[in-house]
């Protein structure tokens, strides 16, 4: 058997994004997503985290991966390239543990949005072909460098970027007669360990293209980009996942179940002195239910509180309530519920944020979080709303679910 190595870098100082390799992203640290992509490959043998961070270390080592090192701090500086990290990981391993595989497998945290088997195809590339010294995923390039100049100044020329054999003017040129170019991604580079070793490159002189699908194209780098990519990560898309895949949204919606207190309420409860009890809502939560029963979606709520201030939210709301119902019996009323209603669960929305309302995310065809959920829930999420219970959760779905009915029509 080929002994092939998954290697993920990640050091610990990152400034961007502080403790961006494990900081939560779409409900799991963002080093997991690179972690189940090898361990999910069929053809990778062997599974490990190259960090100087002891914290990195351990949550790498609860997903699966190994770190029988810590990275010495001279190759985890900012300016650091890549190579240095992997000529030490494979001295390291060489030298202690008497391990050399043939092929090296590199996985940016950074590009944690894969499809299902781009590992196993990138080392298939590699072994099917005896000139390669590596393989790198590529994607068609957003902007057209045959339209690139070369910047020397103010109130100097520019100078074009690139030329093109038998076309005087490309910059002038429809885009349609030029090369087709590509752009290198973080994905994936599956690389001969002698191209390392012995041209000292993680390229090496030969190098052959995964195309990767460009809707997979992601790499963060700031917090816009995490809150965009987050967004891509619960759209249904096919990917590698930590946990279970999440699904889309269904085509046809008919109903949509809220969980009362941390989904309608932030989850606080204010109690005088006679023991009465007040909570906190979003007035906007019911702007669009009206809209949404006029297109054939009704809303209503699911809950476990016995306070007579689910009712008489619900009714403000004009949406029809359960409530004081058993904390371990949401499932159960909710099956018996769609039963009455003689509405398919593969037709229901159900939005909730707390461990009680799981039973409910396996009977619905979406399942919902809000912002603020457990982690757990937000694991178990179909989708993650922006916003937090209690302060607009409801009125962002029920657009979210507006947007997508509109775009079908």
Known sequence: MTEILALIPARGGSKGIPRKNIRSFAGYPLIAWSIAAAKQADLVT?????????????VAREWGAETPFLRPAEFAQDKTTDLPVFEHALQWLAENEGYKPEIVVQLRPTSPIRPLRMVDDAIRILLNHADADCVRGVVPAGQNPFKMWRFNGEGKPLNPLLEVEGI?????????????????????DAIRVSTITQKRSLTGDVIYPLVIDPKYTVDIDTLPDWAKYEALAYSGLEMVSPGK???????????????????VTDNLVLTDENGK????????DSMHIKTLRDKGIEVMVLSSEPNPVVMARATKMGVEAIHNVGLHDKGRVMRELLEQKNVKAENVIYVGNDLNDLPCFEVAGWS????????EVIRAADFVLTKTGGHGAIRELCEIVLKHIKGEN
């Open 245 to 263: 895949s999440r699904r889309a949204m269904p085509e046809t919606i008919k109903l949509i179940i809220s969980d009362f207190d941390g989904v």
């Open 46 to 58: 062997r599974v490990i985290v190259s960090t100087d961070d002891e914290e990195i270390a351990a």
């Open 277 to 284: 009890e007040t909570v906190s809502a979003s007035r906007s």
């Open 368 to 375: 919902v979080a809000v912002a603020d959920a457990y982690p």
């Open 168 to 188: 005087p003017e490309p910059y002038n040129a429809p885009r349609q007669i030029l090369p087709a170019a590509y752009w290198q991604t973080g994905h994936i």
